[in-house]
């Protein structure tokens, strides 16, 4: 008979994160229940590079983490007499994986790295009853799992590790977290500019939730280089010790109904996942056993090449790209595609800001697992910005030049310290010579200057429609204008002035509308808007700057001073905006000699419309770009 194979040591520890220069505990035995005799050796899991090496004798050994380390994921391995077996074992329990968070937080960077150590433990010893939260339906499966049992580590696929090792030799320096460390994390978080969730990220706890998403309304940056993100609500209990997860309201004992570790989208908690990071599991795709070779067959296709986030791929709509990153679960956003290019329907809690970037028909997979889609995209969480790539797998993939460069973008926009554009791209406007917003749709006049166009003013890249025009010839059309809301006797309509220094009303509907005469304005009038029940016009061959109250059709228009060189006008926060050669500038909407003032650079444009707090701006490149709210100081 063979002999009787020996188990391995036991090794585990309080905590899973710990700060440079602080202690991490560990108690250890051999694998039958006695003291160890044997050694310790603790690596740098991101570079590889043993850091740390101990001889331990007896069921204690304590680590005292110099000053200098590195914030970085780290594993301690304890070794009996036995020959080390360097290769990825699963459910190893003779390892201790644990963060060093960096003693000042963003000391050396403005990116934040989180390690998914609740996900790893709620599949540590999978299938074994009582050890762990799967499998799902198992009568058997644990429904509370320790951070201080032995074990808890990266499953054998170590879908975290190509990220990781990528950011040091792509030149990133960045600062390490246990996902536990987010639970109570507002102040953690608000030392960073970007925080990055890596992988499989799948198990989080209302805390967790609550400040990561204060962090990015706030204006903190969020980026998923993962899928499956926030599937479960956990629960963190015996001060972080336990993890929580029973899978089922019915069995859950919780007193509060919006901590019940269910789905996050399911009852009673009702709380999308995607409305933190813009997709779901629920629409994406999963290939599981046999179908997990299917991850190195797929591809996204673009949707949206000219979005930032593609800046310098080379790549067009319609282009295929990152082979090999969808899998092994995907997440995705329910999808409209009536209009020819696909966006996000918002019915299933995604952000009405969400722009589709890339999508991959993921549907066959139904064989091996879930049928479904991956949808990368970005979109506003209040100040900050989601950009999520929307796979478990993307890290695999990094060998691609167009992923390695999608990565960067990512990282460089959001965690950069360079400052970066406040505009981003949303949708093409080839020759617009006028823009304006008004009853939830974006209008704008083609170079014909008689043709009015609409579309949805959303971040999505949607095409242009042609409003049908109304019977009789159709007026030639300087500039549009709009009031933010209803002010009596004007109501909410379209406002334009045609090529004989009219001023003309329409109502804002896509379908045929006439335009309606209503008076006059200055001769020469190229711009118009309107505040505050007041019509502000500039006439460019003069450089000057009028008003005159909207109420009243013969009232005389009051020279207001020079415009500033203003090209284009629209009020936004109660303030007229401009731009002209100097950039941005911004005046209160008075009717006295107040000059514009600079309010930052923007890109050249030809024309300016404001919606839902955001400036909207056709450039002489002939793109449609939004803008943040401008501050002033």
């Not at 070794?79 to 000042?104: G, L, S, Y």
């Not at 937080?105 to 790295?113: E, F, I, K, N, Y």
């Not at 790549?315 to 329910?334: H, K, P, Q, S, V």
């Not at 959001?414 to 749709?441: D, N, Y």
């Amino acid at each position: 008979m063979s002999a009787r194979p020996v188990p391995r040591p036991l090794a585990r520890a309080g905590t899973t994160s710990c700060v440079q220069g602080g202690s991490m505990h560990f108690a250890v035995t051999s694998g039958e229940g006695t003291p160890l005799t044997g050694h310790v050796i603790v690596s740098d899991a991101v570079t590889g590079r043993p850091v740390a090496r101990a001889s331990v004798h007896g069921t204690e050994w304590t680590l005292d983490i110099p000053h200098d380390w590195p914030s970085s994921l780290y594993v301690a391995r304890f070794h009996d007499a036995r020959p080390q077996t360097p290769e990825p074992e699963r459910d190893a329990e003779h390892e201790v994986w644990f963060v060093v968070r960096a003693a000042r937080p963003g000391a050396t960077s403005s990116v934040l790295v989180s390690i998914p150590f609740a996900t790893w433990r709620a599949y540590h010893r999978a299938g074994q009853p009582g050890r762990s939260l799967y499998y799902a339906e198992e009568p058997g499966r644990a429904a509370r799992v320790s951070f201080t049992d032995p074990g808890g580590g990266p499953p054998p696929e170590r879908w975290e590790e190509p990220l990781l090792r990528w950011l040091p030799g792509a030149g990133y320096p960045v600062e390490f977290c246990s996902g536990l460390d987010l639970d109570d994390g507002g102040e953690l978080l608000s030392h960073y500019r970007l925080l990055v969730v890596n992988g499989h990220d799948e198990y989080w706890s209302a805390g967790m939730r609550d400040s990561v998403e204060t962090f990015a309304r706030r204006g903190g940056n969020l980026a998923f280089f993962a899928g499956n993100t926030a599937w479960w609500q956990m629960r963190l209990e015996d001060g972080g010790r336990t993890m929580v997860c029973h899978r089922d309201a019915a069995s859950d004992p919780v007193p509060d109904p919006r901590l019940t570790t269910v789905e996050w989208s399911s009852s009673p908690v009702d709380r999308p996942e995607n409305a933190m990071t813009g997709v779901s599991f629920r629409n994406g795709a999963g290939s599981w056993g046999a179908g997990m070779g299917l991850i190195g067959r797929e591809s996204y296709t673009v949707r949206f090449a000219g979005h930032w986030v593609f800046e310098g791929t080379g790549l067009r709509d319609g282009d295929t790209f990152a082979r090999g990153a969808l899998g092994y679960e995907t997440d995705a956003a329910e999808l409209d595609w009536s209009a020819g290019v696909p966006r996000a329907t918002g019915r299933d809690g995604t952000p009405r800001s969400f722009a589709v970037l890339a999508t991959a028909d993921l549907r066959h997979w139904r064989t091996y697992g879930q049928g479904g889609w991956a949808t990368m995209g970005v979109f506003r969480l209040g100040a900050g910005t989601v950009f999520n790539a929307a796979t478990i797998n993307w890290g695999r993939a990094l060998t691609d030049p167009v992923v390695d460069r999608i990565t960067r973008n990512v990282l460089d926009r959001l965690g950069g310290t360079a400052p970066q554009p406040a505009w981003h791209t949303v949708g093409q406007a080839p020759g617009l010579r006028a823009l304006a917003a008004c009853e939830g749709r974006l209008f704008a006049v083609a170079e014909d200057g008689e043709t009015l166009l609409h579309r949805e003013p959303s971040d999505q890249n949607l095409p242009w429609a042609a409003c049908p025009p109304a019977p009789g010839p159709a007026p030639r059309i300087r500039c549009l204008a709009a009031p933010r809301e209803a002010c009596h006797p004007m109501p909410l309509a379209l406002l334009a002035v045609d090529a004989d220094d009219r001023l003309l009303v329409r109502d804002p509907v896509p379908g045929p509308a006439p335009w309606t005469p209503v008076g006059e304005v200055p001769a020469g009038t190229t711009v118009l808007a309107m505040c505050d029940n007041t019509l502000f016009a500039v006439t460019p061959h003069d450089d000057t700057l009028y008003g005159r109250p909207a109420p009243y059709p013969d009232a005389p228009w009051t020279v207001l001073g020079p415009a500033g060189g203003a090209v284009a006008l629209t009020v936004l926060n109660a303030r007229l905006h401009a731009t002209g050669p100097d950039g941005l500038l911004t005046r209160p909407p008075v009717v006295t000699k107040t000059p514009f003032e600079p309010a930052g650079p923007f890109p050249a444009t030809r024309a300016l419309a404001s919606y839902a707090g955001r400036l909207l701006a056709a450039t002489r490149d002939g793109l449609l770009v939004s803008h943040g709210p401008p501050h002033r100081s």
